[in-house]
Nanobody
Framework: QVQLVESGGGLVQAGGSLRLSCVPSGRTFTDYVTAWFRQAPGREREFVGVINWSGRNTYYTESVKGRFTISRDNAKNTVWLQMNSLKPEDTAIYYC????????????????????WGQGTQVTVSS
């Protein structure tokens, strides 16, 4: 069973950047999609974006388009979330999650369908 570990969170001023990483803690397999979710205290978990196994296709929620970029390097077994132009409303715990590609990105938006999760990393953006 694959489990994930996130790192790279921290405190940054509005307008700054952070780069999060997500790596498996065990043996990896092909044909997974990897998604990023975030959750602020007292709020629902929110889909951020997703990347397919090849890294050629990504999809993002509207609020982060143009600011966040997901990439992967399978040789390093790593997925990154590059976050630029950060805003205070981006403050949350960020999680990565993975599952087998369901056939469409439309089937990747719900966290309830993911099999493997990381422990989360805190991102705090100050005004």
């Amino acid at each position: 069973q694959v489990q994930l570990v996130e790192s790279g969170g921290g405190l940054v001023q509005a307008g700054g950047s952070l780069r999060l990483s997500c790596v498996p803690s065990g043996r990896t397999f092909t044909d997974y999609v990897t998604a990023w979710f975030r959750q602020a205290p007292g709020r629902e978990r929110e889909f951020v974006g997703v990347i397919n196994w090849s890294g050629r296709n990504t999809y993002y929620t509207e609020s982060v388009k143009g600011r966040f970029t997901i990439s992967r390097d399978n040789a390093k077994n790593t997925v990154w979330l590059q976050m630029n132009s950060l805003k205070p409303e981006d403050t949350a715990i960020y999680y990565c999650a993975a599952k087998y590609y369901p056939g469409s990105f439309l089937g990747t938006l719900s966290g309830a369908t993911y099999d493997y999760w990381g422990q989360g990393t805190q991102v705090t953006v100050s005004s």
